[in-house]
């Protein structure tokens, strides 16, 4: 678990989220399996801090869908489908329409940055882009996600709405961790592996909802197809 920023004491608050987040990146390591049970007690004992923080960073991670409680056995991490998947990528194919559409058109109500700060904003998502792109031709999934996040994060931010793009957050996150169950077993990654997030990045930069929203077809095509191909196996 990362160690506390700044020079105080760790809130309960800054606990909680740090033993969530740690928690969240054991899943997408897949060293926490879908179906796996633990309690409380033992996730306190291995990060070595009291109950509380523990027990409120479980119920966090069991509201975003990523863990299931049972008051009498504990929790466990939750056993997504290939049918929850076909849906959440129908899901955020729905928010990204119309955030594509914002950031095209950048009219007045449109996006929250135009101008100078609108290409600076774009540049720095490119940025991540060309790390995930770079980490996805590698066959490197554990930073893939990792940039892959942060790509997906930082353009929504664009759009100007937090609640969309938080929930589209929380969905490539459930994604993530419905994938990674498959992809981790799969071998050598390289080309498999979606790298398109510079070439979305271009499109949104030239303006060009209607390119963006191919890219994304594309990429929801692909990811489907591979996950289909690979739990079929």
């Given at each position: 678990?990362?160690?506390?920023?700044?020079?105080?004491?760790?809130?309960?608050?800054?606990?909680?989220?740090?033993?969530?987040?740690?928690?969240?990146?054991?899943?997408l390591?897949?060293?926490?399996?879908?179906?796996?049970?633990?309690?409380v007690?033992?996730?306190?004992?291995?990060y070595?801090?009291?109950?509380?923080?523990?027990?409120?960073?479980?119920?966090?991670?069991?509201?975003q869908?990523?863990?299931?409680?049972?008051h009498?056995?504990?929790?466990?991490?939750h056993?997504?489908?290939?049918?929850?998947f076909?849906?959440?990528?129908?899901?955020?194919?729905?928010?990204?329409?119309?955030?594509?559409?914002?950031?095209?058109?950048?009219?007045?109500?449109?996006?929250?940055?135009?101008?100078?700060?609108?290409?600076?904003?774009?540049?720095?998502?490119?940025?991540?882009?060309?790390?995930?792109?770079r980490?996805?031709?590698?066959?490197?999934?554990?930073?893939?996600?990792?940039?892959?996040?942060?790509?997906?994060?930082?353009?929504?931010?664009?759009?100007?709405?937090?609640?969309?793009?938080?929930?589209?957050?929380?969905?490539?996150?459930?994604?993530?961790?419905?994938?990674?169950?498959?992809?981790?077993?799969?071998?050598?990654?390289?080309?498999?592996?979606?790298?398109?997030?510079?070439?979305?990045?271009?499109?949104?930069?030239?303006?060009?909802?209607?390119?963006a929203?191919?890219?994304?077809?594309?990429?929801?095509?692909?990811?489907?197809?591979?996950?289909?191909?690979?739990?079929?196996?």
């Amino acid at each position: 678990m990362p160690a506390p920023s700044g020079t105080g004491a760790v809130t309960r608050s800054t606990l909680r989220r740090q033993i969530a987040d740690a928690l969240r990146d054991e899943v997408l390591a897949g060293r926490l399996q879908p179906g796996q049970e633990f309690t409380v007690k033992e996730i306190a004992e291995q990060y070595g801090v009291s109950a509380t923080p523990v027990r409120e960073a479980l119920v966090d991670l069991s509201a975003q869908g990523l863990l299931d409680a049972d008051h009498h056995r504990g929790f466990r991490v939750h056993e997504y489908s290939v049918a929850d998947f076909r849906g959440m990528v129908e899901a955020r194919r729905l928010v990204t329409d119309g955030m594509f559409h914002a950031i095209a058109a950048c009219g007045e109500g449109a996006a929250p940055l135009d101008g100078a700060r609108r290409t600076a904003a774009l540049a720095g998502v490119r940025r991540r882009g060309e790390e995930a792109q770079r980490a996805a031709t590698a066959g490197d999934l554990t930073v893939l996600i990792g940039y892959d996040l942060r790509f997906w994060r930082e353009l929504g931010t664009l759009f100007g709405n937090p609640y969309l793009s938080g929930f589209l957050h929380r969905l490539r996150v459930q994604g993530w961790v419905c994938t990674v169950q498959y992809l981790r077993r799969a071998g050598d990654l390289r080309g498999v592996l979606w790298s398109g997030h510079t070439e979305l990045v271009d499109a949104l930069v030239a303006r060009d909802a209607e390119a963006a929203r191919s890219v994304l077809a594309a990429y929801n095509a692909h990811s489907v197809a591979v996950i289909e191909r690979l739990a079929g196996a």
